[in-house]
């Protein structure tokens, strides 16, 4: 995989929604403590060392993973200004002395908000075991019920669901009751249903406050979890958990539900779970697959309606069919309450169809520096008036999709403060059995906004209220149409778009989708005037370097000829006029990791393409004609690079005697000698070309097959050799440090498909 697509690709895998890395997913149980025998300084007398008793033990190692974590993998190296070396001094004494985990995790989270990062935390497996025991003990009185209903029915009691073991840490259920609930002055208040459910033909309203699940008091639940962990993260994606794994469960199953109504009358009833309309999709290589709703539908004769709960790669398709139905809108609501966020690749896409221009997404702050993100406008695109509805239930790329078409005036943003959780953030877990929650990359709006711990802050803050709900309203949806109605605010809008040139705003002869301009900008400042003469300064030029010898060693020669004589007949390689490759490839990059298929096509002279897929980027396709290159993907990104210097040769990297045998004729080859790498002798050989190109070549003493090829563009490593035909191939190739491809079938001369090398159409690429 080329450069260009590496960087791409990381882009896209390192954001996720962050609630993932908190609650849901696979829950191990505990680690056992290691039975390693520890031993450490007395961090007073260097000299002095001691063998730790277990829980010691468990606790020194606990804390000594979560000071390295930070050291080595916290986006930022200045750690806040601190001494991060003084602080493990300062804190290695106390872990000793402690005699509970809990004192422990309430010391680490201590010492990690020194740091003052809101997205930094010591998650203690008791609030994994809370809800486990809550989801554990509603289960078991939902079969109970199931059971004594099977019995005075005649039945046995034998439904062989009953026997199974509790599948209390299963993928996200399919199967609910359509209520969607937000917590309101403290209660879980039903805010929505789904149409057609059972919970909105049972006669439960919006505005109803859910009491208990299964005889599960959610009130109790909540005070537990606050005891544990006083955290706002817990309180506000609560609804999501609960919702999740109470509210759903097994197909054609039932539920108990006490609630208080519109009276505060308490009432019980059970609801059947019926198939929810969602579809399982994977936000990234960290977290568990989601269950993506998406709905699109007319509000009015006017107005579209969007609303999706996470950003996945189907929801670039799902926006563009509803566009399509929407051509003739005139305005449209994005309803993003409760949106999860997800893949980075999901916000690209629809940013694109958003707006008519390029859309600037932010920047992602890395230890190692910043990347821009930006979303290229796409030929199918709404250009009518839009409104987006955020909450406190908004994260990751749903916020920053709300301040990218915030910032960039295209669109006006209703609802409540979004989460403020923008850092891609991922966990490890400690020896106790808790988790580090930490960040490896700050985020930056386009506006220079950090989002991380304040939100997006809405243009028109509506908070929902019981009583509204009661009534059947949804006053954020309310306030949403009556702002598509003002014509002066958005005039307003689009004249502060149309002067942010350069900031992602619109290019001047786009006037948005009201027809009233704003004020020209002003004219820029006259240009200082420079004075005729300059200073004279004299510059001497440097001597001349002494010309670098031309030789070639015979002992370089003769390891090369080694290696192409094992590698095959020339003539078989000088035969080659085609191949395909399938395989697959993983990139390693800033701690994330991500596998893809992957496929390689080259048809002589000049056609050339790397396909690889994933069903987090979906498809992303290089695409050479000898002269540029054309980077492509599902996600909405294509753009056009003209071919930068060596990489005709780079694209050849999979046949390395082909390139060998090139090399074999520079007029410089010098021998450098037999070093250790990994374990292996390799003969390591510089050769240089008449143009000054230089590359360094490695071979392996013991089998003579290459094992290395680097030059200033491309570093590339060989191994794993296997014959096709009567020659040799390297079926795994390193590309550079963060790409590992490991091929299952080359093909030599074989047929290819003429549309392999064409660029692919998509829905958002026709108006």
Same mark, same amino acid.
């Given at each position: 995989?080329?450069?260009?697509?590496?960087?791409?690709?990381?882009?896209?895998?390192?954001?996720?929604?962050?609630?993932?890395?908190?609650?849901?997913?696979?829950?191990?149980?505990?680690?056992?403590?290691?039975?390693?025998?520890?031993?450490?300084?007395?961090?007073?007398?260097?000299?002095?060392?001691?063998?730790?008793?277990?829980?010691?033990?468990?606790?020194?190692?606990?804390?000594?993973?979560?000071?390295?974590?930070?050291?080595?993998?916290?986006?930022?190296?200045?750690?806040?200004?601190?001494?991060?070396? /003084?602080?493990?001094?300062?804190?290695?004494?106390?872990?000793?002395?402690?005699?509970?985990?809990?004192?422990?995790?309430?010391?680490?989270?201590?010492?990690?908000?020194?740091?003052?990062?809101?997205?930094? +935390?010591?998650?203690?497996?008791?609030?994994?075991?809370?809800?486990?025991?809550?989801?554990?003990?509603?289960?078991?009185?939902?079969?109970?019920?199931?059971?004594?209903?099977?019995?005075?029915?005649?039945?046995?009691?034998?439904?062989?669901?009953?026997?199974?073991?509790?599948?209390?840490?299963?993928?996200?259920?399919?199967?609910?009751?359509?209520?969607?609930?937000?917590?309101?002055?403290?209660?879980?208040?039903?805010?929505?249903?789904?149409?057609?459910?059972? /919970?909105?033909?049972?006669?439960?309203?919006?505005?109803?406050?859910?009491?208990? @699940?299964?005889?599960?008091?959610?009130?109790?639940?909540?005070?537990?979890?606050?005891?544990?962990?006083?955290?706002?993260?817990?309180?506000?994606?609560?609804?999501?958990?609960?919702? /999740?794994?109470?509210?759903?469960?097994?197909?054609?199953?039932?539920?108990? @539900?006490? !609630?208080?109504?519109?009276?505060?009358?308490?009432?019980?009833?059970? &609801?059947?779970?019926?198939?929810?309309?969602?579809?399982?999709?994977?936000?990234?290589?960290?977290?568990?697959?989601?269950?993506?709703?998406?709905?699109?539908?007319?509000?009015?004769?006017?107005?579209?309606?969007?609303?999706?709960?996470?950003?996945?790669?189907?929801? @670039?398709?799902?926006?563009?069919?509803?566009?399509?139905?929407?051509?003739?809108?005139?305005?449209?609501?994005?309803?993003?309450?409760?949106? $999860?966020?997800?893949?980075?690749?999901?916000?690209?896409?629809?940013?694109?169809?958003?707006?008519?221009?390029? $859309?600037? &997404?932010?920047?992602?702050?890395?230890?190692?520096?910043?990347?821009?993100?930006?979303?290229?406008?796409?030929?199918?695109?709404?250009?009518?008036?839009?409104? $987006?509805?955020?909450?406190?239930?908004?994260?990751?790329?749903?916020?920053?999709?709300?301040?990218? =078409?915030?910032?960039?005036?295209?669109?006006?943003?209703?609802?409540?403060?979004?989460?403020?959780?923008?850092?891609?953030?991922?966990?490890?877990?400690?020896?106790?059995?808790?988790?580090?929650?930490?960040?490896?990359?700050?985020?930056?709006? +386009?506006?220079?906004? =950090?989002?991380?711990?304040?939100?997006?802050?809405?243009?028109?803050?509506?908070?929902?209220?019981?009583?509204?709900?009661?009534?059947?309203?949804?006053?954020?949806?309310?306030?949403?149409?009556?702002? =598509?109605?003002?014509?002066?605010?958005?005039?307003? =809008?689009?004249?502060?778009?149309?002067?942010?040139?350069?900031?992602?705003?619109?290019?001047?002869?786009?006037?948005?989708?009201?027809?009233?301009?704003?004020?020209?900008?002003?004219?820029?400042?006259?240009?200082?005037?420079?004075?005729?003469?300059?200073?004279?300064?004299?510059?001497?030029?440097?001597?001349?370097?002494?010309?670098?010898?031309?030789?070639?060693?015979?002992? +370089?020669?003769?390891?090369?000829?080694?290696?192409?004589?094992? +590698?095959?007949?020339?003539?078989?390689?000088?035969?080659?006029?085609? !191949?395909?490759?399938?395989?697959?490839?993983?990139?390693?990059?800033?701690?994330?990791?991500?596998?893809?298929?992957?496929?390689?096509?080259?048809?002589?002279?000049?056609? !050339?393409?790397?396909?690889?897929?994933?069903?987090?980027?979906?498809?992303?396709?290089?695409?050479?004609?000898?002269?540029?290159?054309?980077?492509?993907?599902?996600?909405?990104?294509?753009?056009?690079?003209?071919?930068?210097?060596?990489?005709?040769?780079?694209?050849?990297?999979?046949?390395?005697?082909?390139?060998?045998?090139?090399?074999?004729? !520079?007029?410089?080859?010098?021998?450098?000698?037999?070093?250790?790498?990994?374990?292996?002798?390799?003969?390591?050989?510089? /050769?240089?070309?008449?143009?000054?190109?230089?590359?360094?070549?490695?071979?392996?003493?013991?089998?003579?097959?290459?094992?290395?090829?680097?030059?200033?563009?491309?570093?590339?490593?060989?191994?794993?050799?296997?014959?096709?035909?009567?020659?040799?191939?390297?079926?795994?190739?390193?590309?550079?440090?963060?790409?590992? @491809?490991?091929?299952?079938?080359?093909?030599?001369?074989?047929?290819?498909?003429?549309?392999?090398?064409?660029?692919?159409?998509?829905?958002?690429?026709?108006?």
């Amino acid at each position: 995989m080329n450069s260009l697509s590496r960087a791409l690709i990381l882009t896209i895998v390192v954001f996720g929604s962050g609630h993932f890395s908190l609650l849901v997913g696979q829950r191990k149980s505990p680690p056992k403590p290691t039975r390693r025998v520890v031993t450490v300084d007395s961090y007073g007398d260097p000299s002095s060392t001691f063998a730790l008793p277990p829980d010691v033990q468990r606790r020194v190692l606990s804390f000594e993973k979560v000071w390295e974590t930070i050291r080595d993998n916290y986006f930022d190296a200045s750690f806040n200004n601190l001494d991060w070396n /003084a602080i493990k001094s300062e804190y290695a004494p106390k872990v000793r002395a402690l005699k509970t985990d809990a004192d422990l995790h309430r010391l680490l989270g201590e010492m990690i908000r020194r740091l003052e990062r809101s997205h930094l +935390a010591i998650i203690p497996p008791e609030v994994y075991s809370e809800i486990e025991k809550a989801r554990t003990t509603a289960k078991l009185k939902e079969r109970a019920r199931r059971s004594q209903n099977l019995q005075g029915s005649g039945g046995d009691g034998s439904e062989d669901s009953i026997e199974e073991p509790l599948d209390v840490d299963g993928p996200l259920a399919q199967y609910g009751t359509g209520i969607h609930l937000r917590i309101i002055d403290g209660k879980f208040v039903i805010a929505r249903m789904d149409k057609n459910s059972s /919970a909105e033909y049972s006669g439960l309203k919006t505005g109803y406050v859910i009491d208990s @699940i299964n005889d599960v008091s959610l009130s109790t639940l909540l005070m537990r979890l606050q005891i544990y962990y006083p955290d706002a993260r817990i309180r506000r994606f609560l609804p999501y958990q609960v919702v /999740a794994y109470f509210l759903n469960g097994e197909k054609d199953s039932q539920v108990k @539900i006490g !609630y208080f109504d519109e009276k505060d009358a308490s009432q019980d009833i059970t &609801l059947r779970r019926e198939l929810i309309r969602s579809e399982t999709v994977s936000l990234g290589s960290n977290f568990p697959d989601a269950q993506l709703r998406f709905e699109a539908f007319a509000i009015s004769p006017d107005v579209g309606f969007v609303r999706f709960d996470h950003f996945a790669l189907p929801v @670039i398709g799902k926006l563009c069919d509803a566009l399509t139905e929407f051509k003739d809108k005139k305005a449209l609501v994005i309803d993003l309450r409760g949106n $999860l966020g997800g893949s980075i690749a999901g916000l690209i896409g629809l940013g694109g169809m958003l707006s008519a221009w390029d $859309l600037e &997404l932010g920047t992602s702050i890395y230890r190692s520096g910043p990347e821009r993100l930006s979303s290229q406008t796409k030929a199918k695109h709404f250009k009518g008036r839009m409104v $987006l509805l955020v909450d406190g239930m908004t994260v990751s790329a749903a916020e920053m999709l709300s301040a990218a =078409l915030q910032d960039s005036r295209r669109a006006f943003v209703v609802g409540e403060r979004t989460a403020g959780e923008t850092l891609p953030a991922i966990t490890v877990e400690l020896p106790t059995g808790a988790r580090l929650l930490y960040p490896i990359a700050n985020y930056k709006s +386009a506006s220079g906004k =950090l989002l991380e711990g304040n939100g997006v802050i809405p243009d028109q803050v509506v908070a929902l209220d019981r009583a509204s709900l009661l009534e059947g309203r949804d006053v954020q949806v309310e306030a949403a149409l009556r702002l =598509l109605k003002d014509d002066a605010a958005f005039s307003k =809008l689009q004249a502060s778009g149309d002067t942010l040139a350069g900031f992602g705003g619109p290019p001047p002869e786009y006037r948005g989708p009201v027809n009233s301009g704003g004020a020209a900008p002003p004219p820029p400042p006259p240009m200082r005037k420079l004075p005729k003469v300059l200073a004279e300064v004299t510059v001497k030029a440097p001597a001349a370097l002494p010309a670098k010898p031309k030789a070639r060693d015979s002992r +370089a020669v003769k390891v090369i000829d080694e290696f192409l004589a094992l +590698a095959g007949p020339l003539e078989t390689l000088s035969a080659i006029k085609s !191949y395909s490759m399938i395989g697959k490839l993983e990139l390693s990059l800033k701690g994330v990791k991500q596998s893809f298929d992957y496929k390689v096509f080259r048809e002589l002279p000049n056609k !050339y393409v790397e396909i690889s897929n994933s069903i987090v980027t979906g498809e992303v396709r290089s695409i050479n004609d000898g002269n540029s290159m054309r980077v492509q993907t599902e996600f909405g990104v294509d753009r056009k690079f003209p071919n930068p210097p060596g990489l005709t040769a780079e694209s050849e990297y999979f046949l390395p005697a082909a390139r060998v045998k090139e090399i074999s004729a !520079y007029p410089s080859i010098n021998y450098l000698g037999i070093f250790d790498r990994k374990g292996r002798k390799i003969h390591v050989i510089e /050769a240089e070309s008449t143009t000054g190109t230089s590359i360094a070549l490695g071979f392996d003493v013991e089998t003579k097959m290459i094992s290395s090829l680097a030059s200033t563009f491309f570093t590339l490593g060989y191994g794993d050799f296997r014959r096709v035909g009567d020659i040799l191939l390297p079926f795994h190739v390193e590309n550079g440090s963060a790409t590992s @491809i490991h091929l299952s079938e080359i093909k030599l001369n074989t047929p290819i498909e003429p549309s392999v090398f064409q660029p692919k159409e998509h829905c958002f690429d026709k108006p």
